[in-house]
C-alpha cells in the first residue's frame, strides 16, 4: 500500500524538472486478462481529466474490458476525480453509495477511485477508514501502473492503492480510446508550480514539466493523419511550457511549429496571464489555424485579492493583456474564471471584479464561490463572510457575464461562419451541433453527413449560450 503524502506533494527541487520519460509497454501476459468483463468510467473536472479517462480507456481495452454505459452491469466500476471543488469532492462521495448497493448485491465487482482526489492525504484515509469496499486507488501519476494493479485484485482479490506523492515522470506512447474523431486533447506539459494559494493542482498533479516537443509533433502529425480537424494542447498553465527545459524552447515556437503541420484548428488551455508573452500573441495572430479563442482567467478584479490569492499579476497587468488580445488578434473571443467570496473579500474588492468585467464584456466566465482545500494555504485563513453574502455576489455576477455573454452572440446574427460539425443537436435531433472558431455553441440546419466537416453556416437566431444557423 502506498498512500499519498502532502508534505511530500509540496516538495519542489531547486533544479528545473530532470523527468524521467517512460514509454509504455503492456506485457503480453497481461493482454486479455479481462476478456468478456465490462467497464464503467465517470469522469470529473477539467480536460486534462477527460484525456486522463481516454487513457484509462484504451489501457482497460488493452486488457479486454468492453465499455459499458450502464454501472449497474459492469464489472469494473471507476470514478476518476477532481478536487479543484469541494462540489466535485461532495458528488464524488456521494456516488459511493451507488457503488457500495452494487457491491452487496455482486461483491465481484472491482470498484475504483483515480484522479486529483486520490493524490489527497486526506480523502484517501477517509476511504480507508470509511469506504473499505473501494478495491483500487491510484492517482495522476501512475496511469500506466493500471494493468498490474488490477492483476494483483483479480489474482489476489486484495484491494490495491497505489498513490505517489512526487514532482512526476513523463509517460509517453501510452494509448487513447479517443471520446472523437474530428478533435482530440494533445498533453504538451504536466503539473504547476504556480502555488496560487486557493488551489490543490501543484499538490495533485506534481512539478511542472513539459514533453519534448518532437514527441508533441508527431502526436499532431498522427492525428491529421488519422483525419483529425482540431487539436486542443492542454496543460496547467500551457503558456509556461518550456521553462523546464534546457533548449531555448517555448510556447510561441511550439504554436509556430504545431501550425506548421497544416492541422485545421489549434486551441489551447489553460493559459495563466504571467506567462502570456507578446511572441505567443504575435504567432497567434499570424497563423491561422490557431484559433481566436483564449481562455485567460482572471480569478478576481482587485489587486490585494489577487495578492492573497498568489496570482502573480496585478489588476492592470491583466487589463493590459486584455487589451493587447484585442488589439492584435482579429475578432478574438476571451472567456475567462472568476472567484467569489475569496477569504475577507469586501464588498468593494468585489466591486472591482464587476468593474473589471464591465470592461471586458468577456464572452462567458466560469463562476465559483471560493471553495476551500485542504493544505492549500487559502484554507487556513480567516473567513467572515457570510455564506448568503457570497451566494450573492455570484448572483450578482452571473447576472452581468451572462448579459454580455448574449451580447457577444448577438454580433453574430446574419454574419456567416465557419462551424466544426461534431455530431447530433442535443436540444433538436433533427438538427447537428458544433463549435465555431470562437468557440461558440452552434445548432445548425445540415445533413448529418457533415458530421466531422468544417462548414459555413449562417447565424439565424442567438442565446446565452448557444446560436442558431443554416448551412450556406
Given at each position: 500500500m502506498i498512500v499519498p503524502n502532502l508534505k511530500e506533494a509540496m516538495k519542489r527541487s531547486r533544479e528545473n524538472a530532470k523527468v524521467q520519460t517512460i514509454n509504455y509497454i503492456l506485457e503480453e501476459n497481461l493482454k486479455g486478462i479481462a476478456l468478456g468483463k465490462h467497464y464503467f468510467i465517470k469522469t470529473y473536472g477539467c480536460q486534462m481529466n477527460e484525456h486522463d479517462s481516454e487513457n484509462i480507456k484504451a489501457i482497460l481495452e488493452e486488457l479486454g474490458f468492453t465499455e459499458i454505459d450502464c454501472m449497474e452491469e459492469a464489472d469494473f466500476i471507476l470514478l476518476n476525480t477532481c478536487a479543484i471543488r469541494e462540489n466535485a469532492h461532495n458528488k464524488v462521495f456521494g456516488f459511493l453509495g451507488r457503488i457500495k448497493n452494487i457491491k452487496e448485491k455482486r461483491p465481484d465487482v472491482i470498484a475504483g477511485i483515480s484522479g486529483c482526489m486520490a493524490q489527497e492525504e486526506v480523502v484517501v484515509n477517509e476511504i480507508l477508514e470509511k469506504y473499505n469496499y473501494i478495491d483500487l486507488v491510484f492517482g495522476t501519476h501512475n496511469i500506466h501502473r493500471l494493468p498490474q494493479l488490477i492483476q494483483s485484485i483479480l489474482n489476489k482479490r486484495e484491494s490495491q492503492i497505489e498513490v505517489f506523492s512526487k514532482e512526476g515522470d513523463i509517460i509517453e506512447n501510452m494509448p487513447f480510446k479517443r471520446d472523437s474523431k474530428y478533435k482530440a486533447w494533445v498533453n504538451i506539459m504536466y503539473g504547476c508550480d504556480k502555488f496560487c494559494t486557493y488551489c490543490i493542482v501543484p499538490y495533485t498533479r506534481g512539478k511542472q514539466r513539459s514533453r519534448r516537443k518532437e514527441a508533441i509533433l508527431s502526436e499532431v502529425k498522427?492525428?491529421?493523419?488519422?483525419?483529425?480537424?482540431?487539436?486542443?494542447?492542454?496543460?496547467?498553465?500551457?503558456?509556461?511550457?518550456?521553462k523546464d527545459l534546457e533548449e531555448n524552447?517555448?510556447?510561441?515556437?511550439?504554436?509556430?511549429?504545431?501550425?506548421k503541420t497544416g492541422i485545421e484548428r489549434i486551441r489551447f488551455v489553460t493559459s495563466h496571464p504571467w506567462d502570456f508573452t507578446d511572441k505567443m500573441i504575435d504567432v497567434i495572430s499570424k497563423c491561422d489555424n490557431i484559433m481566436p479563442y483564449i481562455h485567460l482567467p482572471l480569478q478576481s478584479g482587485s489587486n490585494a485579492i489577487l495578492k492573497r490569492m498568489g496570482r502573480r499579476y496585478t489588476k492592470e497587468d491583466y487589463l493590459n493583456l486584455f487589451h493587447k488580445l484585442k488589439e492584435k488578434i482579429p475578432n478574438v473571443a476571451i472567456t475567462t474564471d472568476i472567484i467569489v467570496g475569496f477569504p475577507n473579500e469586501t464588498e468593494e474588492d468585489f466591486e472591482e471584479t464587476l468593474q473589471v468585467v464591465e470592461m471586458c464584456k468577456y464572452d462567458s466566465a466560469f463562476t465559483f464561490i471560493f471553495s476551500p482545500r485542504v493544505g492549500t494555504p487559502a484554507a487556513n485563513m480567516e473567513d467572515t463572510i457570510l455564506k448568503e453574502v457570497k451566494e450573492e455576489r455570484l448572483q450578482r455576477l452571473n447576472e452581468r457575464i451572462n448579459y454580455?455573454?448574449?451580447?457577444?452572440?448577438?454580433?453574430?446574427?446574419?454574419?456567416?461562419?465557419?462551424v466544426l460539425i461534431e455530431g447530433i443537436s442535443e436540444k433538436d435531433e433533427t438538427k447537428v451541433m458544433g463549435y465555431t472558431e470562437t468557440m461558440k455553441l452552434v445548432n445548425v440546419k445540415a445533413d448529418k453527413e457533415k458530421i466531422g466537416s468544417i462548414i459555413n453556416v449562417k447565424i439565424t437566431d442567438v442565446k446565452t449560450w448557444s446560436m442558431d444557423g443554416e448551412e450556406v
Open positions: 498522427s492525428l491529421k493523419e488519422q483525419g483529425y480537424k482540431e487539436v486542443t494542447l492542454l496543460g496547467q498553465n500551457v503558456n509556461a511550457y518550456g524552447y517555448r510556447m510561441e515556437d511550439l504554436l509556430f511549429d504545431v501550425s454580455y455573454s448574449k451580447c457577444a452572440n448577438e454580433a453574430y446574427k446574419g454574419k456567416i461562419v465557419k
